[in-house]
């Protein structure tokens, strides 16, 4: 099970969240998610577990504990919905783009 680890301490790595939950059962994967640009922490990851039943217990045992100076959520991460919606940027508009030849969008 995929748990969703928030509110984490920017300083948190990857080793610090698979030792702290490592403390409940045996971690399969963890990892900070971290800005692309800075490379700094978001101040999320997400932790797997191998075992359902550890990783339940992870929530009950961390979720609103202290993680440094932070108080952290835990819970069982959702899956992304389809398309991953958001602002994805780049493109061109009618302010000096390509689409003021009356090209609205579209792939080339």
Do not use: C, H, W
Not at 84 to 106: F, H, L, P, S
Request: aromatic letters at 10%.
């Amino acid at each position: 099970m995929r748990l969703y680890v928030g509110g984490l301490p920017y300083q948190t790595d990857e080793q610090e969240l698979r030792d702290v939950f490592g403390q409940i059962g045996n971690v399969t994967f963890a990892t900070v998610i971290t800005d692309r640009e800075t490379g700094r922490s978001k101040g999320f990851g997400f932790v797997e577990f191998e075992d359902d039943d550890q990783a339940r217990a992870a929530i009950d045992q961390l979720n609103g504990s202290m993680l440094g100076n932070r108080t952290i959520t835990v819970n069982e991460a959702r899956e992304r919905p389809a398309g991953g919606g958001g602002n994805r940027g780049g493109g061109y508009n009618d302010r000096g783009g390509r689409d003021q030849g009356g090209y609205r969008g579209g792939r080339y």
